[in-house]
C-alpha cells in the first residue's frame, strides 16, 4: 500500500528490467563501484560519444599493469554499466591484455543490455583504449625518473 518508504532502487530496477537491461547490468548500474577518480594517477583521458555521452577513465599502472582503475561517467544507465563493468575487466591485467579488450568481452560482462545502448559499450572501450595510447606515448620516449 504505502509506497513512500524509500524503495526507489527497486522502481529503478524494475523499470531498467523492463527495458531490456539484465540483473547484472543493473547491479553495476545501481552498485557504481568502479565509479570515481584516482588521485595522482597515472594516466588520465577522457572522450565524449556521439550520443553526448562522456567518460573520463583513471589509470595507475605499475611495471606495464593496471594496478587500479576508475572512472567517471556523464550518461545513462548503459554508460554506467559498461564502464562498470569494463574497469572490473581492465584491473590486474597488463597493458596488452587491456589492449584486446573487445567490445564483446564488456557485452558478455553485462549479460544483457538495450540493442540501442551498444554505444555505450563502443564509448567504454574507445575510452579505455584511448588512455592506453596515452600513456604509452607519454611514458615511451620521456621515461620518468624511477
Ligand atoms: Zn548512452
Redesign the pocket.
Known sequence: MSETNGNDSNDIRKLLTSSGYSEKAINYFLEKKNLGSIPNADQVSELT?T???TMKVYLRVEDGRIKDAKIQVL?????VASAMAAMDFIKGKTLEEAQRLKDRDIFRMLEDIPDQ?T??IR?TNKTIQKAIEEYRSNNGKNVKGK
Open positions: 560519444g550520443c553526448g555521452d550518461g545513462c544507465p548503459g554508460a545502448k554505444h555505450c564509448l
